[in-house]
């Protein structure tokens, strides 16, 4: 049994930070990191993917305020958040995929990863 444990997230005012961490343990290692969110009422969508290169990709409407990182050589990774504003909320979630993606992962959209966080939420009041 994989565990995606993610950490952080909580309440700001709008144009605060945030950051929220994310870490799959063990020895397997995960050629895909991503973050995904749900507001409510809407789809879950791609937020950020990275590799184990540190490739990344962003979804265009957090491109310049998110950066998501990644400690080499670790399924341990970060998506700090800036510049937030209300429409960021929602729970967030952290996914990993040990080899569906592989070099693909910041190329394609990721619908089908293997491993799955519970979320942790972000709210951003007006």
């Known amino acids: 049994q994989v565990h995606v444990e993610e950490s952080g997230g909580g309440s700001v005012q709008s144009g605060g930070s945030l950051r929220v961490s994310c870490s799959v343990p063990g020895d397997t290692p995960m050629s895909c990191m991503a973050w995904f969110r749900q507001a409510e009422g809407k789809e879950r969508e791609e937020v950020a993917a990275i590799d184990r290169k540190g490739q990344t990709k962003y979804t265009e409407s957090v491109k310049g305020r998110f950066t998501i990182s990644r400690d080499a050589g670790t399924n341990t990774i970060y998506l700090e958040m800036n510049r937030l504003t209300p429409e960021d909320t929602a729970m967030y979630y952290c996914?990993?995929?040990?080899?569906?993606?592989?070099?693909?992962?910041?190329?394609?959209?990721?619908?089908?990863?293997?491993?799955w966080g519970r979320g942790t939420l972000v709210t951003i009041s007006s």
């Open positions: 996914a990993a995929d040990r080899m569906h993606y592989g070099y693909q992962c910041t190329l394609v959209p990721l619908r089908d990863m293997d491993y």
